[in-house]
């Protein structure tokens, strides 16, 4: 069973950046694609971006495409999410979640396994 787990949230300026991380035990995360996904109080949780297992497949948000960007890192196996620029509708907690496969999805429903979430705040 895949347990994910995600770290590095916090306060930043706008402007600033900050890179996120999703672990994994009881399986590799070599072997699924990971979604990233964020929820800003009273609004749905939507999909910021996807990283393939095999790096192949990939999307990002719209409102966050040339910010974020998605990587594995395989040496400390992770996936991190590095965000730059960061403004005020980036907020919120930011989930990773992990479907097997080499493709990604947009769906947030089509994920199997989910973190707990890390909250991503900024303020001036």
Known sequence: QL????????????????????????????????????????????????????????????????RFTISRDNAKKTVLLQMNSLNAEDAGVYYCAAIPGLVCYR?????????QGTQVTVSS
């Open 107 to 115: 769906a947030r429903a089509r994920y199997e396994y989910w973190g």
């Open 3 to 66: 347990q994910l787990v995600e770290s590095g949230g916090g306060l930043v300026q706008p402007g600033e950046s900050l890179r996120l991380s999703c672990a994994g035990s009881g399986s590799s995360l070599d072997y699924y694609a990971i979604g990233w996904f964020r929820q800003a109080p009273g609004k749905e949780r939507e999909g910021v971006g996807c990283l393939s297992s095999s790096g192949g497949s990939t999307y990002y948000l719209d409102s966050v495409k040339g």
